[in-house]
């Protein structure tokens, strides 16, 4: 009897700890993967390489999907279908980036990044949807706002609104490119 007992204690908590090894091995799994040349946006299918400014990708246990930019992945994750299961969100931190080349190797939380909204007139081009910038350090989001009369805005703070108001203003914009 009491062998039985000491056999279902060690199966116990055998399974307890394999309950308890899961999410690690799930989060390994959701990590950031490159951007490559023949990666074509979820959204609009557009070749995403071909665009400067930061990019976005939702990464699921067995897929991934990539996005031409943080807006547009952004604006897809606020539609209310997307935002069952549990995608990993990410975004270029282009405090360590190059505008026109974002490196896939500092690819950042996307929950916890700082955006710069209203980019408009700043000549920073990027894919469809409004130019956002993304940053994983508030200082370096502020300092590219101040000099563009911009606003840091976090990931819940970023609603559809947000996203067309900044893509209208950015029109305006395309006719003259501002230097500063
Ligand atoms: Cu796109």
Known sequence: M???????????????????????????????????????????????????????QAMEKASVKKFCSAAEMLG???????????????????????WAKPDDGNLIDATSAFYVVGLGDSGLKGAMGAVLASFADEQAARKLAAIHGARVLRFDEIDQDVLQQAAATQHVGMHGRATH
Request: aromatic share 8%; with cysteine; hydrophobic share 40%.
């Open 2 to 56: 009491k062998t039985l007992f000491k056999t279902l204690l060690t199966l116990v908590i055998g399974l307890a700890l394999l309950a308890c090894s899961e999410p690690e091995s799930e989060q390994q799994s959701l990590a950031p993967v490159a951007f490559h040349d023949t990666d074509e946006c979820h959204v609009c299918g557009m070749i995403i390489t071909d665009f400067p400014g930061p990019k976005g």
């Open 76 to 98: 897809w994750w606020l539609q209310p279908e997307n935002r069952i299961g549990t995608a990993k969100l990410y975004v270029h931190d282009m405090g360590r980036s190059e």
